[in-house]
């Protein structure tokens, strides 16, 4: 399923189960169907959108900044019991290596893991896990999607702010190792900090099931 970029405020049908700012913004279809999920399935006690900012540091700039997680969510375990996630709702293609299609994916990549570590340290220390969702776990149909035999290589942050590998005064030689050298120290910190805090990639209760009406 295609994810479009829409943006709009969600109203729910129970604020009583919503427990972050208003307004409630989404900021793609994904995200829009996650928060009906919330509001409307009975097993979610409560839930927040964009509940936390969470200082991290840019792996492509070395700048200090913050991520804000997609959601907070308290739901009812099958058990028994409650069970808090941290979420974050990315296309496969940012997420994964053997999904990225361009240098740019592979750049946002090494940058979620900046994010995704800072934000799984946070969720332990509150004894709560962090987890990212894609279109393999909210949709059926790309639960089997197969990623690239060969991943594409990083990009450097002067590409990624010009959004155009830049070629100009350099031989083939030199553009090609520039390229699959770049952000190599940068990965090396974020896979670091990432660690085997990072939940897998998991999902929530009866999320197919429910996204797909």
Known sequence: MARSTNKGAFNPQYPQKYT???????????????????????GVMEWASEPQKIPYQNPLNGK??????????TYMKAGGGT???LI?????????AA???NRMDVALRIKNESKWGAAAQWAARRGIDFIVLTEA????NHANRKGRAH??????????RSNKPSTKGKTKKQTASNLGT???AARSQSKARLGNSVSRVGKVQKAKRSTKR
């Not at 990315?90 to 997420?95: F, I, V």
């Not at 776990?137 to 059926?140: A, H, I, R, V």
């Open 20 to 42: 972050g700012d208003y307004p409630i913004i989404y900021r793609s279809s994904w995200e829009l169907e996650f928060m009906r999920y919330c509001d409307l399935h009975p």
């Open 64 to 73: 200090q900044t913050v991520y804000v997680p997609d959601f907070l969510v």
């Open 151 to 160: 991943p594409i290589k990083a990009v450097g942050k002067e590409q990624v």
């Open 88 to 96: 974050e709702i990315k296309p496969l293609h940012e997420a994964s």
């Open 99 to 101: 999904h990225a299609t």
């Open 83 to 85: 069970s808090t996630k």
């Open 137 to 140: 776990e909210l949709y059926s």
């Open 182 to 184: 770049a952000s190599r």
